[in-house]
């Protein structure tokens, strides 16, 4: 049973950093070849904010373009995503995302394999 474990959500004022990360519990992350964060505020649908494939090519939401930054630590089992600049219109629930086929499959959460349960980040003004 794959399980994908998020931590390093908080309370942060704007401007602020956090760090979140996302550890592949049980099995191995090269079985996914894309890995990513999405997001989800309330009343909205969930929408992708990075992800990043094995061979680390990279996609960004244009929204934090510059201010957010994801990795993959193979030897790990662990995805990060740095984010910086945070601004209250970054409020959601984050959750890590895990998917056997190529990145652009990452950009439909219909068809990501794998969830995390989600950590919340709130910016307050």
């Known amino acids: 049973q794959v399980q994908l474990v998020e931590s390093g959500g908080g309370l942060v004022q704007a401007g602020g950093s956090l760090r979140l990360s996302c550890v592949l519990v049980s099995g191995n992350i090269f079985r996914f070849n894309a890995m990513g964060w999405y997001r989800q505020a309330p009343g909205k649908q969930r929408e992708l904010v990075a992800s990043?494939?094995?061979?680390?090519?990279?996609n960004y939401a244009d929204s934090v373009k510059g201010r957010f930054t994801i990795s993959r630590d193979n030897a790990k089992n662990t995805v990060y995503l740095q984010m910086n600049s945070l601004q209250p219109e970054d409020t959601a629930v984050y959750y890590c995302?895990?998917?056997?086929?190529?990145?652009?499959?990452?950009?439909?959460?219909?068809?990501?394999?794998?969830w995390g349960q989600g950590t919340q980040v709130t910016v307050s003004s």
């Open positions: 995302a895990a998917e056997a086929g190529p990145l652009e499959n990452m950009r439909y959460p219909g068809t990501v394999d794998y």
């Open positions: 990043i494939s094995s061979g680390g090519r990279i």
